[in-house]
């Protein structure tokens, strides 16, 4: 192997980063946010009046698409965002209330939607959130998730998948161990994909969702 010397890596342009990352096949990469009310007070809590909510909304919102968009550019073909955790429906109605409609925007936002499209992105949301949801007045936001599921369901250029009350690594991975080889590799006839590659995929989430697992109890907003 041709080692390349870490000036010239640096200064590569992201198409060859890409080339060089997708030579070793398909990657994967878990990406959960934190803290993002936080860096928004940093930031930007004191450039707003009256519209703060609404600007915490658009800048977050092109926050995560500017980092999905860097992760996809450099080679990675599929994300795993864990972005809202079980623990929030404990936190009582009045932040449920400030947070239950933003929970929506991955879904309904026209920013999120057009960054579907042209990026060609199978959206996915995992999670035992039916079950937290369906009894709360916020049970519309299923809905949500379902529908932009369908519209982006014959995308194929990459996989974003938005974990949502998947605290129960169990339980997730028996959820997504169906879907997963398709997702990933859209072309392929199920025939195609043999035992030892659904023993393969079933091990590798499981080591991936055992990590997300142990970071799911934190406040992804």
């Not at 080339?19 to 809590?45: D, H, M, Q």
Request: glycine share 6%; charged share 20%; aromatic share 14%.
């Amino acid at each position: 192997m041709n080692h390349m010397d870490r000036d010239k890596f640096l200064n590569l342009p992201a198409k060859e980063v890409a080339k060089i990352v997708r030579a070793g096949g398909s990657k994967i990469c878990v990406f959960p946010f934190n803290g993002t009310r936080r860096w928004f007070l940093l930031e930007y809590g004191r450039d707003f009046d009256g519209d703060a909510a609404e600007n915490y909304v658009d800048l977050t919102t092109q926050g995560y698409i500017n980092t999905y968009k860097l992760v996809f550019d450099h080679g990675v073909d599929t994300i795993v965002a864990p972005v809202f955790g079980g623990e929030i429906m404990d936190r009582g109605e009045e932040y449920m209330r400030e947070i239950g409609a933003n929970m929506t925007l991955l879904a309904t936002h026209p920013t999120f939607l057009e960054f579907y499209e042209t990026y060609g992105i199978r959206v996915h949301f995992y999670g035992d959130y039916r079950k937290q949801l369906e009894d709360t007045p916020y049970a519309y936001v299923c809905d949500a998730f379902e529908e932009v599921t369908q519209k982006t369901a014959r995308n194929i250029q990459h996989r974003l998948f938005y974990g949502v009350c998947a605290d129960d690594a169990t339980a997730t991975i028996a959820e997504l161990f169906p879907t997963i080889p398709a997702m990933i590799f859209p072309a392929v006839s199920n025939k195609l994909i043999t035992e030892p590659i659904k023993v393969t995929f079933f091990i590798f989430f499981t080591l991936l969702l055992f990590i997300n697992n142990s970071m799911v109890n934190s406040n992804y907003n």
